[in-house]
């Protein structure tokens, strides 16, 4: 049974920073890509970065590039979003997302979700 477990969000002062990790189960973790997605109330969900298998590649959306960093630990089956200088703009429903096939930022693309976690920025 396959699982992504996000967590570490909350609620965090604009400027800040936070980290959101997300723990893979019952996949092999080092054969996904592996993306971030965010959904914030009235909106669709959106991409924010994917990283590659092994993760030498890594893409994000224009408005997180230079603020946040994806990265993994394929020894430790985790995924990981920093989240540098948020603003309030920030604020919705992280989600990870494993994808077997494609490197993409479309959330068709991915296989499995993760049940999210809140992130609110306060100005």
């Known amino acids: 049974q396959v699982q992504l477990v996000e967590s570490g969000g909350g609620l965090v002062q604009a400027g800040g920073s936070l980290r959101l990790s997300c723990a893979a189960s019952?996949?092999?973790?080092?054969?996904?890509?592996m993306g971030w997605f965010r959904q914030a109330p009235g909106k669709e969900r959106e991409f924010v970065a994917v990283i590659s298998r092994g993760g030498g590649s890594t893409s994000y959306a224009d408005s997180v590039k230079g603020r946040f960093t994806i990265s993994r630990d394929n020894a430790k089956n985790t995924l990981y979003l920093q989240m540098n200088s948020p603003i309030p703009e920030d604020t919705a429903v992280y989600y990870c997302a494993a994808a077997k096939r494609t490197y993409s930022v479309e959330p068709a693309a991915y296989d499995y979700w993760g049940q999210g976690t809140q992130v609110t920025v306060s100005s």
């Open positions: 019952g996949v092999t973790f080092s054969s996904y890509h």
